[in-house]
């Protein structure tokens, strides 16, 4: 999610505009691939983007409206696919600029998917469950026309869930009449939900710490891993990353950073976090998650929200691989500024794609009606991560670019292309 506030001064107001700044590495990108101009016309913006206000009953037997996005970035490869965040900072140039990184990340992955994603304006931590409930409802019946199996699937992102999309789903179904698991992503097992996919974000991160690591020479076994965020990203890649032998020396939450040389507790403090992912408030010698970015160690994995490592910090970062795990953590300035450090950078669009690779899994197996066991995701998403990681590292390495725009270009290159062999450009 945008977060102006949390941004140092020393950041660019473009830099942080998260759609113009998507719109110019797209167009780098393009240029580098050989496309003409009016194919980045073409990519620039998404095809549709629908503006929805609806109505909600709430508790109290008030109405309330709400205003509700759906942006579906480009079609030309398949059905447009993205998550629907709730969140009172929506904007609609922020679902423009995510539904472009979803055609990236399903470009990446060579998923037969373009870009979409949703949100609505909303908090849904000051809601009722009953109130979620009807909103969810009424947003499905406002974006109803343009979404389902072979237009758009939705799936959950900020703030929602599966119970969220199993709301969404019933609803989309009384609709259309008919029985359609394929049209949401991210269910309840029990409703065609895929094995594996609450944990696959995490999972598809580490799959690329190993990867990153192996391209440096790093050993996983004791590398020193800082993880900011505690969510659910956040707190399975620290899980994953201490089973796998490395030592988680910081981890943090929305309240503070904690942060020990000598490697912290991982499953203690899974235990003791709350229901809102959150465990430094049980603890009185915390820093700050400024602080715990500067931190030295070998592995650094932002997994909490845009904008915290900016031209005014990248110079002090002491990390070798840097993983992003969240969407937008790192700016367009400081990412030159880390790459001229030989920081080897692997963007959101590569590293967290793995919760859309294991919607894609979803949605084959709803139109298969055949359901794959935990084990199979879990071989099909590491054999399909590698194969992204090893196509925009060589992509880097042939075109003498960083790692972020070394995957826009393998991202933009599957849309383009299938825009040219359509007759569009």
């Known amino acids: 999610m945008t977060n102006l506030q949390s941004v140092s001064a020393g950041t660019t107001a473009e830099d942080l505009d998260v759609f113009t700044s998507t719109q110019s590495i797209i167009q780098e990108a393009l240029s580098k691939l050989g496309f003409s101009n009016e194919m980045y016309e073409l990519l620039k913006e998404p095809l549709r983007v629908l503006t929805v206000r609806f109505p909600v009953r709430m508790d109290d037997g008030s109405v309330q409206v709400f205003t509700g996005y759906r942006a579906q970035h480009n079609d030309a490869v398949g059905p447009t696919k993205g998550g629907i965040r709730l969140h009172p900072d929506v904007t609609e140039d922020e679902i423009k600029a995510l539904s472009i990184w979803m055609s990236i990340k399903c470009g990446i992955a060579d998923l037969p998917y373009g870009g979409g994603k949703g949100g ?13 409930e009807r909103l969810s409802r009424a947003y499905v019946r406002a974006i109803s026309q343009i979404v389902g199996p072979a237009k758009d699937i939705p799936a959950p992102d900020v703030f929602s869930n599966s119970q969220n999309m199993a709301w969404m789903l019933d609803e989309y179904s009384r609709i259309r009449e008919f029985d359609s698991p394929g049209f949401i992503t991210g269910k309840p097992i029990v409703l065609g939900g895929s094995k594996g996919r609450e ?38 890649v620290a899980q994953f990353m201490h089973e796998s032998g490395a030592k988680v020396v910081g981890i943090s ?10 490697g912290l507790d991982i499953p203690e403090l899974l235990e003791q976090r709350d229901s809102f992912g959150t465990v430094t408030k049980l603890f009185k010698n915390t820093i700050t998650n400024k602080e715990l970015l500067e931190q030295e160690c070998d592995i650094l994995v932002p997994a909490a929200i845009e904008n915290q490592i900016t031209q005014e910090n990248a110079h002090r970062i002491r990390a070798r691989v840097l993983v992003e795990a969240a969407n937008g953590p790192t700016t367009t300035a400081a990412t030159k500024i880390l790459d001229e450090n030989n920081v080897l950078i692997v963007p959101d669009v590569l ?26 995701v879990d071989a099909r998403l590491v054999e399909l991560m590698r194969r992204s990681f090893d196509s925009v590292y060589q992509t880097a390495r042939r075109y003498k670019v960083d790692m972020r725009l070394a995957a826009y270009m393998v991202g933009v290159r599957r849309v383009a292309e299938s825009a040219r062999w359509r007759g569009w450009v």
Request: hydrophobic share 40%; net charge negative.
């Open 199 to 236: 944990k696959a974000t995490a999972r598809g991160v580490v799959i690329c710490i190993e990867q990153a690591a192996a391209a440096r020479g790093i050993e996983i076994q004791n590398a020193r891993v800082i993880v900011q965020g505690f969510g659910n990203a956040g707190s399975y």
């Open 253 to 262: 939450d929305a309240y503070g950073a904690l942060y020990n040389p000598d």
């Open 351 to 376: 590293g967290n794609s793995g919760g859309v690779v294991v919607s894609y899994f979803e949605w084959v197996q709803n139109n298969q009606g055949f359901y794959w066991t935990e084990d199979e």
């Open 120 to 132: 609505i304006v909303c908090d849904p931590r000051q809601m009722s469950f009953a109130e979620i």
